[in-house]
């Protein structure tokens, strides 16, 4: 089996979305047997609770726009996707497809629930994410061994569990993978019947954040992960795709 994961996006309105059209011609060439998007495909920046109402950040935000522009997103990366499918006639590939709701996209949720006579008129079948199943935000989905979620909340605080990959995997229990977190950390750790593996990839996207240091974000692992190789017991050979390399590759 081959796993796919589209690490978060965070698509807003007046972003390059090109790099989505590459990973989807990556998936057409690799041809997983799963794609997993792990959340916080949309930012929602209009709901944002870390700017002041009012503020430069939020000064011009629309909620419907928020929401307009991860929608065209989404078709453009399921473009291709969905062109391959049509095209083959015999040797099919329908790969299992998961979308986890991160806490960006929990923001309208979140926003209604404040808010209640928005109810009905916001929600998030707004989002639009044809051709994956939808998991609610901190739903624990596991694959082939392999535990999925946008992040691992600590059962007692709620808080996301952090620190490095062993901690979380301690915590967590066995094999996970997650978004939430910029970068990439990877790590695994041998027990006598099996092999557990931790990751955390949390960026796929082109744009700057204003409330980050330029140069970090400039140096940060960006891009999509392949896992090859998975056996149900969540072992798995890791290949992480850059955003270079996908540009490189499949840019054209």
């Given at each position: 089996?081959?796993?796919?994961?589209?690490?978060?996006?965070?698509?807003?309105?007046?972003?390059?979305?090109?790099?989505?059209?590459?990973?989807?011609?990556?998936?057409?060439?690799?041809?997983?047997?799963?794609?997993?998007?792990?959340?916080?495909?949309?930012?929602?920046?209009?709901?944002?609770?870390?700017?002041?109402?009012?503020?430069?950040?939020?000064?011009?935000?629309?909620?419907?726009?928020?929401?307009?522009?991860?929608?065209v997103a989404w078709e453009r990366f399921m473009g291709p996707i969905n062109e391959e499918k049509g095209?083959?006639?015999?040797?099919?590939?329908?790969?299992?497809?998961?979308?986890?709701?991160?806490?960006?996209?929990?923001r309208l949720t979140r926003h209604v629930d404040s808010d209640p006579k928005l109810t009905g008129l916001?929600?998030?079948?707004?989002?639009?994410?044809?051709?994956?199943?939808?998991?609610?935000?901190?739903?624990?989905?596991?694959?082939?061994?392999?535990?999925?979620?946008?992040?691992?909340?600590?059962?007692?605080?709620?808080?996301?569990?952090?620190?490095?990959?062993?901690?979380?995997?301690?915590?967590?229990?066995?094999?996970?993978?997650?978004?939430?977190?910029?970068?990439?950390?990877?790590?695994?750790?041998?027990?006598?019947?099996?092999?557990?593996?931790?990751?955390?990839?949390?960026?796929?996207?082109?744009?700057?954040?204003?409330?980050?240091?330029d140069d970090v974000q400039d140096c940060e692992w960006n891009g999509i992960v392949l896992l090859n190789?998975?056996?149900?017991?969540?072992?798995?050979?890791?290949?992480?795709?850059?955003?270079?390399?996908?540009?490189?590759?499949?840019?054209?």
């Amino acid at each position: 089996m081959r796993h796919m994961i589209i690490p978060d996006c965070q698509v807003r309105p007046g972003v390059n979305t090109d790099h989505l059209v590459w990973a989807a011609r990556a998936a057409v060439q690799y041809l997983p047997d799963v794609i997993v998007n792990i959340g916080d495909f949309w930012d929602m920046p209009s709901l944002s609770k870390h700017s002041l109402p009012g503020s430069a950040e939020t000064e011009g935000t629309r909620v419907l726009e928020d929401i307009a522009a991860g929608n065209v997103a989404w078709e453009r990366f399921m473009g291709p996707i969905n062109e391959e499918k049509g095209r083959r006639k015999y040797k099919k590939w329908n790969p299992r497809c998961e979308f986890l709701i991160g806490n960006h996209e929990d923001r309208l949720t979140r926003h209604v629930d404040s808010d209640p006579k928005l109810t009905g008129l916001l929600s998030l079948d707004a989002l639009k994410t044809p051709g994956f199943n939808r998991n609610d935000f901190l739903k624990i989905v596991t694959i082939d061994g392999i535990r999925y979620c946008h992040y691992f909340p600590n059962p007692l605080s709620g808080r996301p569990i952090g620190g490095t990959i062993p901690n979380r995997l301690n915590h967590i229990g066995g094999t996970f993978v997650q978004g939430h977190q910029q970068g990439f950390q990877y790590g695994c750790k041998q027990y006598p019947d099996k092999v557990a593996h931790g990751m955390v990839c949390g960026r796929f996207y082109s744009h700057h954040e204003k409330y980050r240091p330029d140069d970090v974000q400039d140096c940060e692992w960006n891009g999509i992960v392949l896992l090859n190789e998975v056996r149900n017991n969540g072992d798995f050979d890791v290949m992480p795709l850059s955003y270079n390399y996908l540009q490189r590759k499949f840019g054209g």
